[in-house]
Every structure is written in C-alpha cells, then in structure tokens.
C-alpha cells in the first residue's frame, strides 16, 4: 500500500434554530441556534492543531455557518460542495414524528411504502455515491494533509454504513452521528485505511430536531 496519508473529516454541523419542530430539510433560512454556534467554535478549536488545508461545506446555512470558524482559523475559504446537501424528502416543511404529525395523515401513507429505498425520499444509494465522490474530491484537495467537509446527519451515516459495508437501510434512533460530531475517513493514498468517530461538542440524541 503506496501514498500519502489524507485524511477528511465528515462533520456535522451544529444545533439548528428551529421553534417549531418542522423537518426542514433542504429549506432555505434555517440558520445555527446559539448553541449551534457555540458548537461550531468548539469543533474550531479541537482542529485548531490539525493540518487543515481544505474546507467544504454543503450550500444550506447551518452547515456553512459551521464551517466557517474552522475555516477562519486555519485562513481558509469555504468552497460550496453540492455533494454534501441534505438528503430530499417528501416530508419536507411538515413534522414528523413517530405516530404524529404528518405521519398520521392517510394521504402520506403511500410515501412509507418501501422503507428500504426510501420511498419518502433520496435512495440511501444515490447518498452514499453522491457523499463518497465530495469525499474523495476534498481528499485530492487535501492530499497528504487533512480536509473538513460539513454535512448533514443522514448523509454522513449513510455514507459511513456504505464504506463499511453495512446495509444501508437503518433505524433512525440508533445513528452514531451527534450534533457537529467528528466522522473521519483516513485515506492512504486512494484506499480508505480506518474510520474514525469523535464528539468533540458532545452527544445528542439522534432523534433531536435540530438535524
């Protein structure tokens, strides 16, 4: 095995302002609460030795607005990474949870016809494809030093059930994958080499609004 070790740090990003507990998605406006941002400068700063040279971000707010103390401190640009997006779903602007909200509507239920695909929104494989090609861009930009691409909850665990070789339908509330945690691909050369997962601002719930 040849090549030079890179390695890309998946972050999520922090704690999202959201009072009325909609699944936001891909909406725009949804900005960091407060904490949310508190949490961004913890992460900052646990990478505040790393050798950053490169950072990514989905194009919504709450992961740009992530990104962008890291970035600050290691004199960086954010380059926009559409390959980083929140995952679609149909349930979009609606809450949603477990024997509530749209979920009890009869004219939702065909969407949670196939929980394999999902059928309420972006297959889990197109995800993982679409997160594994950003994943590998940030490590050509980054190569032999270390880049941070900021995503969202689903895509991050898709991706990391994906390269692990796990199937990738899954439960929901048991996602390892915390408010602006850590998910770390070493890659030697073009190979992945190890995973990493780190909380660096904490846990949190999996199941909190706020993803």
């Excluded at 030079?4 to 507990?21: C, D, I, Q, S, Y």
């Excluded at 707010?61 to 990474?81: D, F, K, N, S, W």
């Excluded at 915390?178 to 998910?183: G, N, R």
Aim: overall charge neutral; hydrophobic content about 40%.
């Amino acid at each position: 095995m040849t090549g030079e070790r890179t390695v890309v740090h998946l972050l999520r990003h922090g704690e999202v302002h959201n009072p009325t507990a909609i699944l936001y998605g891909r909406l725009p406006g949804f900005h960091l609460s407060e904490n949310g941002r508190n949490q961004a400068e913890i992460v900052a700063k646990a990478l505040a030795d790393a050798d950053v040279t490169t950072v990514l971000a989905s194009p919504l707010e709450r992961a740009q607005e992530t990104a962008a103390p890291i970035a600050a401190l290691h004199g960086l640009e954010v380059l926009t990474e559409d390959g980083l997006l929140e995952a679609d779903n149909r349930f979009e602007g609606k809450t949603v949870s477990v024997g509530g909200g749209a979920l009890r509507s009869p004219r939702h239920w065909p969407l949670l016809r196939d929980p394999f695909t999902p059928s309420w929104g972006e297959p889990y494989l197109q995800i993982a494809h679409r997160m594994l090609a950003a994943v590998h861009r940030a490590r050509a930009l980054a190569e032999g030093h270390e880049a941070v691409c900021v995503s969202h909850q689903l895509p991050i665990w898709t991706l990391r059930r994906f390269v692990s070789g796990q199937r990738l339908w899954h439960d929901p509330r048991r996602r390892q994958c915390a408010l602006a945690s850590l998910t770390s691909l070493v890659f030697t050369g073009t190979e992945l080499t190890q995973l990493q997962y780190t909380e660096p601002a904490g846990a949190s719930d999996p199941r909190r609004t706020g993803a």
